[in-house]
C-alpha cells in the first residue's frame, strides 16, 4: 500500500495560518477516522499532535487543529510561531490494519 | 513519565541480522500495543510492526514480512524486533513506538531512536 500524499513543503510568516494537506484513499484516510499528525524537529523523535482527526493530546496548543473531508485530512497550524518550524506527518490505519504515514511537509516560518 | 529506550543498534553487514530493544518505563506497559518504526536517512516515518497488547496480533509490511519478527516480553517489559536478511535500504533509526488500544489515538509515545547501518 501506498503512502499517503503530502506537499514536500508549506511556508507562512508568523502569525499567519497555514494548512497541510494528507491525501489516501477511500482504504485509509476516506474509510476510517484513524488520521493522527506528528511533528518531528531536527534530531528528535516524532510528537503527537492531533489524533483521531481532530483530537488534540493533552499539552498541544489549540493553534494546531485537524479536519478530514473524504480521502483528504488537513492539518491547520494558526498563529504561526518560530517553535512551530519543523516536519509534520500524517498518518492513517488502512483496510489491512496497516498503519500508513504521509512523506512529511517541511514547515517554514518565514 | 512515560520512557522508551531503545538499544542494540549498530553496523551490521548485508544479509546479516541484528536484535533491538525496547526497555518501557512509566506505564503499565501490558496495556499497550506496540509499534516499530523506522525513518532512513533524510527520509520520512516508516511503519514495520505492530504487536497486541496479548501479543495475538501481529502486523508487518510487505516491505519486512519474513525477514523481521516483532516480539515482547511483558513481565520484563520489553519489545523487541529481530531482524535477518538485513539490506542496505534497511538501513534507519528504529524507533519503538507506543500504541494505545484504540487505533484513532495514534501513537502517542516514541523511543529516542536507535540508528541501524546496513554496509560492508
Known amino acids: 500500500q501506498s503512502a499517503l500524499t503530502q506537499p514536500p513543503s508549506a511556508s507562512g510568516s508568523p502569525g499567519q495560518s497555514v494548512t497541510i494537506f494528507c491525501t489516501g484513499t477511500s482504504s485509509d484516510v476516506g474509510g476510517y477516522n484513524y488520521v493522527s499528525w506528528y511533528q518531528q524537529q531536527p534530531g528528535k523523535a516524532p510528537k503527537l499532535m492531533i489524533y483521531?482527526?481532530?483530537k488534540r493530546p493533552s499539552g498541544v496548543s489549540d493553534r494546531f487543529s485537524g479536519s478530514k473531508s473524504g480521502n483528504t485530512a488537513s492539518l491547520t497550524v494558526s498563529g504561526l510561531q518560530a517553535e512551530d518550524e519543523a516536519d509534520y506527518y500524517c498518518?492513517?490505519?488502512?483496510?489491512?490494519?496497516?498503519?500508513?504515514f504521509g512523506g512529511g511537509t517541511k514547515l517554514t516560518v518565514l | 513519565e512515560v520512557q522508551l529506550v531503545e538499544s542494540g543498534g549498530g553496523l551490521v553487514q548485508p544479509g546479516g541480522s541484528l536484535r533491538l530493544s525496547c526497555a518501557a518505563s512509566?506505564?503499565?506497559?501490558?496495556?499497550?500495543?506496540m509499534n516499530w518504526v523506522r525513518q532512513g536517512p533524510g527520509k520520512g516515518l516508516e511503519w514495520i510492526s505492530y504487536i497486541s497488547s496479548s501479543s495475538s496480533t501481529i502486523h508487518y509490511p510487505d516491505s519486512v514480512r519474513g525477514r523481521f519478527t516483532i516480539s515482547r516480553d511483558d513481565a520484563k517489559k520489553s519489545l523487541s524486533l529481530q531482524m535477518n536478511s538485513l539490506r542496505a535500504e534497511d538501513t534507519a533509526v528504529y524507533y519503538c513506538a507506543r500504541q494505545p488500544q484504540s487505533l484513532a489515538r495514534g501513537i502517542d509515545y516514541w523511543g529516542q531512536g536507535i540508528l541501524v547501518t546496513v554496509s560492508s
Open positions: 483521531e482527526v481532530s
Open positions: 498518518s492513517s490505519y488502512a483496510v489491512n490494519k496497516n498503519l500508513l
Open positions: 512509566g506505564f503499565i506497559f501490558s496495556d499497550y500495543s
